[in-house]
Each structure stands twice: as structure tokens, then as C-alpha cells.
Nanobody, 115 residues
Framework: QVQLVESGGGLVQPGGSLRLSCETSGTRITFYHMAWYRQAPGKQRELVATIRSGSSDYADSVKGRFSISRDYAKNGVFLQMNSLKPEDTAVYYC??????????WGQGTQVTVSA
């Protein structure tokens, strides 16, 4: 059974940084497509960043502040988050797909940006 586990969330002050990690177990096949999504209270889940074939893309709200990269050793993905804002507060989920669609999800990690 494919499992994704996120880590690295927590409480940080505005302007601070966090690095989220996601690692995979239960498969020896490398994900082709990985992504980070987030869901704030009362809002729909939204795409934060995606990476496939070395090419990445970002939501406008995080461009220039967040950076996604692959961890091929753990078939996972990182999300470096800088200059964090209160509106970045959400549960962050990593996802992976062997094809172009995300088919596997982690349980999420809470990120809270507050003074």
C-alpha cells in the first residue's frame, strides 16, 4: 500500500520560514508527478506547487516565496516556504502520481503563521 507522510509543519511567526518534507513508502516506483496542496479552515483545498520532469509551477500567491523540489532518495518532495504570511496558515498535503494525475495523498501537516 502506497503511503505518503508529511513532516515539518508547525508554528512560525510572520516572515519566518519552514521546510516541509514528504516521503513515500509501499512502492519502488518513482512518482512522476508530485505536488503540495493546502486547505485553510472553511476553504477548499488549493494547489500550492507542483513538479514533474524537473519542471515546477506555483500558485500566484506563493510565487517567489515557496520552492518545491524532489527527494528522489525517499521518493518524496520538499516545500521550502519563506516569508510566510498569516494567510499561508493551512493544513498542507503532499500528493504523488505515477502518471499525470495525483492519485496518492498524505494525511497533512499543520502550518500556522501567527505572531
Amino acid at each position: 500500500q502506497v503511503q505518503l507522510v508529511e513532516s515539518g509543519g508547525g508554528l512560525v511567526q510572520p516572515g519566518g520560514s519552514l521546510r516541509l518534507s514528504c516521503e513515500t513508502s509501499g512502492t519502488r516506483i518513482t512518482f512522476y508527478h508530485m505536488a503540495w496542496y493546502r486547505q485553510a479552515p472553511g476553504k477548499q483545498r488549493e494547489l500550492v506547487a507542483t513538479i514533474r520532469s524537473g519542471s515546477s509551477d506555483y500558485a500566484d500567491s506563493v510565487k517567489g516565496r515557496f520552492s518545491i523540489s524532489r527527494d528522489y532518495a525517499k521518493n518524496g518532495v520538499f516545500l521550502q516556504m519563506n516569508s510566510l504570511k498569516p494567510e499561508d496558515t493551512a493544513v498542507y498535503y503532499c500528493g504523488g502520481g505515477f502518471g499525470s494525475q495525483i492519485a496518492h495523498w498524505g494525511q497533512g501537516t499543520q502550518v500556522t503563521v501567527s505572531a
